[in-house]
Each structure stands twice: as C-alpha cells, then as structure tokens.
T-cell receptor
Framework: RKEVEQDPGPFNVPEGATVAFNCTYS??????FFWYRQDCRKEPKLLMSVYSSGNEDGRFTAQLNRASQYISLLIRDSKLSDSATYLC?????????FGAGTTVTVRA | EAGVVQSPRYKIIEKKQPVAFWCNPI?????LYWYRQNLGQGPELLIR????????DSQLPKDRFSAERLKGVDSTLKIQPAELGDSAVYLC?????????????FGPGTRLTVL
C-alpha cells in the first residue's frame, strides 16, 4: 500500500468553478502535511501547509482529518493559471512522502 | 536569492554508461535531498544529507547509485552503470532547520533518458 494515495483525476473545470479533491495517508504517526503544486515539466513548489484546524490561503482551502487520515484541498473561483498537478505530501521525521498527484485543468 | 541549481538539465545516455548529476542548494541550507520522479508519480526520496552526513540513504540502490556532499554544500549523484529503468527526472531539494525544516525547495531537475 502506498503511503499517500490520491485520485489522479484529471479534474477538468471551467474558469470560476470550485474544485475539490482529497488524499489519504497510511501512517497515523505522520506529523506535518502539505500541498505542493507541480506545473508540467517543472519542479514541485510548496502551495500551502495543512493544519488540523483548516487553513485558507486566498482561494485555496486545506483541511486535515487526522481521525480518518485524509487531507483535502479546495480551489474556489478557479483561474486558468491553477492548471497544474497538485501533490499531497506527508512528513514524518522530516521525511516527505509524496502522492502521485491530482491533475487539474481549468478551461476558458 | 538564488534557488537550487542543478545541472545538466537533460541527459541522454546509452544503457551501461555512467552518468552524474550536480546540485548546488540554496545558500545556508543544511539539508539536501535527492529524489527520483518517474512519469506520473510523485518524487521518491533517494538520499538525505544533513551537512556532509548522509542520514537517510535507505532508498538508494547502492549497487549502482552513489552520492556525495563534500564540504556540506554541493552534491553529486552518480549512476554506474545506468539501466533502462533509470530513466526519470532526478530532483535535488534543500531545506533549513528554521523556520520550518519541512519546507523543501526543489531545483529544476535533471531529465535522464537511458536508451
């Protein structure tokens, strides 16, 4: 079983739509959680950390459910520039485990 | 501030040939990581350095892969001999203990094709 599992998508949404997706993780001792963004043929970049209380960064909202071991990301008012692969990342003792990514395509 | 620098950006080699990748982390970052990313997958850790010490190399295929980080700054990852299955993007990342050691900054990667 993979340590981090994600729905690969793709999620194909129109501009202005809301899109949400989850990932699950297997190690209940995981300490920190993140979403990274990876554009096509580029390196991953940190999008946001994820906290148990939930957190927002502009149009992005992340939630963590430790009991069910899943993490979610919601994008409101999608922009063309949000088209990317979103990697769910879990940390245990500073070792990051990456999911395979969820691909989001925003169309005009 | 300059980001993580990697070279070369692309490399095409025949199987059984050796290949080396170079990484220069962000200035002042003590921790350096090498990852391999296969198509359609997330990055997978190969080795993590704290300064010049390899603190986690459990996922490094040691029969053909080697790495070094002399003087705790630049790092080199080598494959000898390369196999077809080594075709992937090799990513270097660095982080600092403060303010958040979990925040890793990635270089642009080296895209390796083994023919």
């Amino acid at each position: 079983r993979k340590e981090v599992e994600q729905d690969p998508g793709p999620f194909n949404v129109p501009e202005g739509a809301t899109v949400a997706f989850n990932c699950t993780y297997s190690n209940s001792a995981s300490q920190s959680f993140f979403w990274y963004r990876q554009d096509c043929r580029k390196e991953p970049k940190l999008l946001m950390s994820v906290y148990s209380s939930g957190n927002e960064d502009g149009r992005f909202t992340a939630q963590l459910n430790r009991a069910s071991q899943y993490i979610s990301l919601l994008i409101r008012d999608s922009k063309l520039s949000d088209s990317a692969t979103y990697l769910c990342v879990v940390s245990n003792d500073y070792k990051l485990s990456f999911g395979a990514g969820t691909t989001v395509t925003v169309r005009a | 501030e300059a980001g993580v620098v990697q070279s070369p950006r692309y490399k095409i080699i025949e199987k059984k040939q050796p290949v080396a990748f170079w990484c220069n982390p962000i200035s002042g970052h003590n921790t350096l990581y090498w990852y391999r990313q296969n198509l359609g997958q997330g990055p997978e850790l190969l080795i993590r350095y704290e300064n010049e010490e390899a603190v986690d190399d459990s996922q490094l295929p040691k029969d053909r892969f080697s790495a070094e980080r002399l003087k705790g700054v630049d790092s080199t990852l080598k494959i000898q001999p390369a196999e077809l299955g080594d075709s992937a993007v090799y990513l270097c990342a660095s982080s600092n203990r403060a303010p958040n050691p979990d925040t890793q900054y990635f270089g642009p990667g080296t895209r390796l094709t083994v023919l």
